[in-house]
């Protein structure tokens, strides 16, 4: 039998308590971004930078000295290169989709101290919010940006240059202009940061740093200056372990009432009733490196904003949760799949929503591929032998509709780099069979399961 017509065979009505569970996951707001400002003292205010080669002629411009004058901007101009991004395996200069000036690091020394600013703390927390707190985020200047009038760069995504790149963050130095908005999320839906207002008190007219800090696979732009110059750093936040403990005040009421609509769903044991898995698409990107393939099987990053909301939840409630990569197979018509390599056992067959295809989740899996740009494609030799022993799948939701997937969009960045691509991942959560769940339930309503991390509890200890 096709997989295609098992697929439409099985495929049942819409659970109420599956709508529901959708209707909250699609309604869920995380933070994604953050942005704000913070007072530059006048020992901070100050950039030193060269000529590149030169190593013996610095020069030196204030931001917090009055107001940079267009003649002293112009000197920093002098000795910058044009700004390039990266498309595919090359870094390109192309006017028509970025056009700024570049110092790179080696070129400029700043006096504004990124750790000693408070900023980090303050994404960490908006962007680490509902992840472990065996992690953190480490900022590595990237590079110093001039916006001069007419200055811009198009939609695009930032490069993932590591498979830790996680986001991206911008600081704004204290200079007049208009425009150069930085629009996130596709047209500005997210947040358009309107840096020119920001970067002086509006009151004391005292000059301030102005900074923005988004997951890196999120769609932004930088609108046309209009007059002045408009003068970044940018950092790329990279996920690192840590051993400090890092104080975590969840909101919960967002993950109280998720946990609710998925323990609204298991508690039916009409739903999986001899277990399978929920699988979550999830809304964000990560960067893999295909190389590993041994480690695609298990992610070990941290999640972002939503996602991870989505798996504090399923394994807080004692759901033994895993993140895997969503395949395609090429060879035949049959429909994506999701891999385990490090797992042996069964395998999972599944009936799915419309908008999805079905899709195989196996714990076994042959070789997988990443390619370039995303989606996967592979072959699979046993795939058909091995599918009769599947347990079902049950999508809660579809994935990435948080991202941009066409292949043009995809092929730019900020930069080029080798061998990382974002992938796409979804959340696996494993659904006991319908006896075994009222363990669960019960120690649920008897508040007996992990509290929310940060709340003296580490919501990844109740994994199976
Ligand atoms: O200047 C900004 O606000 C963003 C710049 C940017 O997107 C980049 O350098 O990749
Ligand atoms: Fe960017």
Not at 141 to 153: D, I, M, R
Not at 234 to 249: E, F, Q, R, V, W
């Amino acid at each position: 039998m096709s997989s295609t017509a098992a697929s439409k065979t099985r495929r049942p009505p819409l659970d109420p308590a599956l709508q529901e569970l959708q209707a909250k996951v699609q309604s869920l707001v995380a933070p994604n971004f953050c942005t704000g400002t913070l007072p530059l003292d006048s020992s901070e205010g100050g950039l030193f930078y060269r000529k590149d080669g030169d190593g013996s002629n610095a020069s030196f411009i204030s931001f917090t000295d009055g107001v940079p004058q267009d003649e002293e901007i112009l000197k920093l101009v002098e000795v910058c290169q044009q700004a390039t991004f990266g498309r595919g395996e090359q870094d390109v200069f192309n006017e028509s989709y970025r056009k700024a000036w570049k110092l790179e690091t080696a070129q400029f020394s700043a006096q504004f101290d990124l750790a000693r600013s408070g900023i980090m703390e303050t994404v960490h927390d908006q962007l680490l919010h509902y992840e472990k707190n065996t992690m953190e985020l480490e900022p590595q200047l990237y590079k110093l940006n001039v916006y001069g009038p007419g200055s811009f760069f198009k939609p695009h995504v930032d490069t993932p240059r590591s498979e830790n790149l996680f986001a991206s963050l911008v600081v704004v130095l204290p200079t007049a202009h208009t425009g150069g908005n930085l629009l996130l999320g596709k047209d500005g839906s997210l947040f358009d940061f309107d840096s020119s207002k920001l970067v002086f008190d509006p009151r004391t007219k005292a000059p301030q740093v102005a900074f923005s800090a988004f997951y890196s696979d999120i769609e932004h732009e930088v609108l046309p200056v209009e007059a002045g110059y408009r003068i970044t750093l940018t950092y790329n936040l990279y996920l690192a372990d840590t051993t400090m403990s890092i104080p975590k005040a969840l909101s919960s009421d967002t993950l109280t009432s998720l946990k609710n609509a998925i323990l609204g769903l298991v508690s039916d044991p009409k739903i999986l009733p001899n277990g399978g898995a929920l699988g979550f698409g999830l809304l964000y990107q990560y960067p893999i490196n295909p190389k590993y393939q041994q480690d695609l099987a298990k992610f070990t990053g941290a999640l972002k904003g939503n996602d991870a909301l989505i798996r504090t939840a399923c394994s807080s409630i004692g759901l033994a949760v895993a993140v895997k990569v969503k395949y395609r197979l090429e060879r035949n018509k049959n429909p994506d799949w999701i891999s385990e390599r490090a797992h042996h056992g069964g395998y999972v067959d599944t009936y799915t929503l419309e908008d999805l295809g079905s899709c195989y989740f196996r714990k076994r899996g042959a070789t997988p591929a990443v390619g370039p740009s995303g989606p996967t494609t592979t072959t699979d030799d046993d795939y058909s032998s091995t599918k009769e022993k599947a347990l079902p799948l049950l999508w809660v939701t579809p994935h990435n509709k948080m991202v941009r997937t066409d292949a043009a969009f995809m092929t730019y960045g900020n930069e080029h780099h080798f061998g990382i691509a974002y992938g796409r991942l979804v959340l696996i959560a494993e659904v006991p069979p319908a006896p075994e769940r009222e363990a669960l339930l019960r120690r649920e309503a008897e508040g007996t399961t992990q509290g929310e991390p940060g709340e003296g509890g580490d919501a990844d200890k109740v994994d199976a």
